[in-house]
């Protein structure tokens, strides 16, 4: 696989990012490229955002007023991406994460909030390169497949608690 660089921001103060969480969110995305076979150099940016900025994002992006745990921009359509000419890299898009929501959903799925924000990252990877998951069926289940074996992958424990929506 070709350079990767995930580019992270911690625009919120409501939920300190433990140690290790950049790592994870990088190993994260590697695994997820490589399982789909992307081969080609990416960037991705991923935003740690507050309660109230993901819910004024979900407004203003999805006509949903209302609080969600994370967000997926795709700067790609049916596999063409914008490029970076300094770097050539393929410009996936980006993720923003409500660390406030993502803290909440570990303590009520009973993991870590690493297992928590590592989830949030592939799901998203996923919907990156073009996954879609809003009209349930089979996309949905394949969707769930491939995030819960890029966590076995990471040695990210699975939980019975945790089922899709």
């Known amino acids: 696989m070709e350079k990767v660089r995930v580019i992270i921001t911690n625009n919120q103060k409501a939920v300190k990012i433990p140690t290790g969480v950049r790592m994870l969110i990088r190993r994260c995305c590697h695994a997820v490229l490589r399982m789909e076979g992307f081969e080609d150099p990416a960037e991705i940016s991923v935003t740690f955002v507050d309660n109230e900025q993901i819910r004024e994002l979900n407004a203003q992006y999805r006509d949903k007023d209302s609080v969600t745990d994370v967000l997926s921009f795709p700067m790609g359509e049916n596999g063409v991406y914008d490029t970076n000419m300094d770097t050539g890299a393929k410009i996936l898009g980006d993720i923003v994460i409500s660390m406030e929501t993502a803290m909440e959903q570990a303590k009520r799925y009973d993991h870590s909030l690493e297992r928590e924000v590592g989830y949030l990252t592939a799901h ?42």
């Not at 809003?134 to 939980?159: D, S």
């Open 124 to 165: 998203s990877m996923l919907h990156l390169l073009g996954y879609d998951h809003e009209q349930g069926g089979l996309e949905r289940v394949r969707m769930r497949e491939k995030e819960e074996l890029v966590m076995a992958q990471l040695g990210l424990p699975g939980t019975s608690s945790y089922t899709a929506l």
